[in-house]
């Protein structure tokens, strides 16, 4: 086609930097995630176990709150590695309904919709895609996860002194690897399950049935396995499967708490499954970002 107009000029503006290019990613998409009220109101809810947690630690600190309310002191809940790993507990499963209803349509729009090529075709690797995808779920999370657990531990280190501190300097630690582990894991099954299955309730489903399913296996198997022995199968190497115990098993390592007795994987034994989760969830998922797709 013959061009008769010469008056197309380069772009001259300022440029973003290279670095920053996939947060443009996560800026569009909160835009859509907060159009919806359930989204909002469950992203609410997810805040009560924090202010509760934080009221347990101004008790613990309030002379007269305790005489107004009549309250034993030692009846109190100690604050110490449990009562940071009861709420890390408790906000990972509100991290997990959260990504439910955030993360499955996250890739899969784009999938469905032949969109890709429009990323890739300026200057924007698929690297950055992915990474601006699943920072959608970090960030989020990380609201819901180790951000309030530190804030927690700093209300505590405030309230009780430096000495205090100085000594569970390990506990803010944990709260900070233990909430990354599992946000890692939850982006990483997120988007693979989004890229690979381009319906939003089958991506749910299959996030709810790759983590409580193993853990079934692994009970069955242990039954199975059992009949007619005298002496019983070790379930221990059987729940290498389940991310379920894979993750308490190292949530209670890191926060030096012997762990539930479903939930015996051996510590080496969880962070080699949880490694091997994760590098076969990202293959899985570089194979499905792709400008084209042929069949």
Not at 36 to 63: C, D, E, G, R
Request: hydrophobic share 60%; proline share 5%; charged share 10%.
């Amino acid at each position: 086609m013959s061009v008769y107009e010469h008056r197309y000029q380069p772009y001259t503006g300022e440029l973003t930097p290279q670095w920053s290019r996939f947060l443009i990613v996560p800026r569009h998409a909160f835009r859509d995630l907060f159009a919806s009220k359930i989204l909002i109101a469950f992203f609410a809810l997810s805040f009560i176990a924090p202010l509760v947690f934080a009221i347990l630690i101004y008790l613990h600190h309030n002379i007269s709150a305790i005489a107004m309310f009549k309250i034993n002191i030692a009846e109190l809940v100690p604050i110490d590695e449990s009562f940071f790993n009861t709420f890390m507990g408790i906000q990972s499963g509100a991290a997990f309904f959260l990504t439910l209803l955030v993360a499955p349509t996250l890739v899969s729009k784009d999938l469905a919709n032949n969109a890709l090529p429009l990323y890739l075709a300026r200057p924007f690797s698929r690297f950055e895609y992915t990474i601006g995808k699943m920072s959608v779920v970090f960030i989020l999370l990380s609201c819901v996860l180790w951000i309030p657990g530190l804030l927690l531990f700093i209300f505590q280190s405030f309230l009780e002194g430096f000495a205090w501190m100085s000594a569970n300097l390990w506990l803010a630690g944990a709260i900070f690897l233990s909430s990354w582990a599992w946000i890692l894991f939850l982006a990483l099954l997120s988007q693979t399950l989004s890229a690979w299955v381009k319906w939003r309730v089958a991506a749910s489903a299959g996030m709810v049935a790759a983590v409580l399913i193993p853990s079934a296996i692994a009970e069955v198997a242990y039954q199975i396995l059992n009949q007619g022995e005298r002496q019983e199968t070790n379930m221990t190497w059987l729940n290498i499967i389940s991310p379920t115990a894979i993750m308490q098993t190292i949530r209670a390592a890191l926060f030096r708490m012997p762990p539930f007795d479903s939930y015996t994987v051996p510590l080496t034994g969880a962070w080699l499954g949880f490694i091997v989760m994760c590098l076969m969830l990202a293959f899985l998922l570089s194979r499905k970002v792709r400008a084209y797709e042929v069949a």
